[in-house]
Nanobody, 127 residues
Framework: QVQLVESGGGSVELGGSLRLACAAS????????MAWFRQAPGKEREGVAG???????KYVDSVKGRFTISIDRAKNTLYLQMNSLQSEDGGMYYCAARGLASVGIGALLDAARFAHWGQGTQVTVSS
């Protein structure tokens, strides 16, 4: 059974940085697409950044230039480096993955395309 475990969340001041990690385990096939999503209270889940098996990366416009997604396939771990954090970046951050086939760069931020999800890690940005 696929397990995704997020870590690295916490409270940070406006303009600060955090690095999230998502450790994946419990599968024998390759995870072709992985992504980070977030959900703030009262808002819909939003795709933040995604990475495909061919190295394609997609970011939501609001985090471009501030967030960096990366993956260490040897460690089966997905990362999200978040810099210059703003109040609207706060929320629960979820790791998602899809194996067996790529979702394609156009769908990297589409939650419906991902089969496996972690429990989330909370990010709070305070002024």
């Amino acid at each position: 059974q696929v397990q995704l475990v997020e870590s690295g969340g916490g409270s940070v001041e406006l303009g600060g940085s955090l690095r999230l990690a998502c450790a994946a385990s419990g599968y024998s096939y390759r995870m072709y697409s992985m992504a980070w999503f977030r959900q703030a209270p009262g808002k819909e889940r939003e795709g933040v950044a995604g990475i495909d098996s061919n190295g394609s990366i997609k970011y939501v416009d609001s985090v471009k230039g501030r967030f960096t997604i990366s993956i260490d396939r040897a460690k089966n771990t997905l990362y999200l480096q978040m810099n210059s954090l703003q109040s609207e970046d706060g929320g629960m951050y979820y790791c998602a993955a899809r194996g067996l086939a790529s979702v394609g760069i156009g769908a990297l931020l589409d939650a419906a395309r991902f089969a496996h999800w972690g429990q989330g890690t909370q990010v709070t940005v305070s002024s």
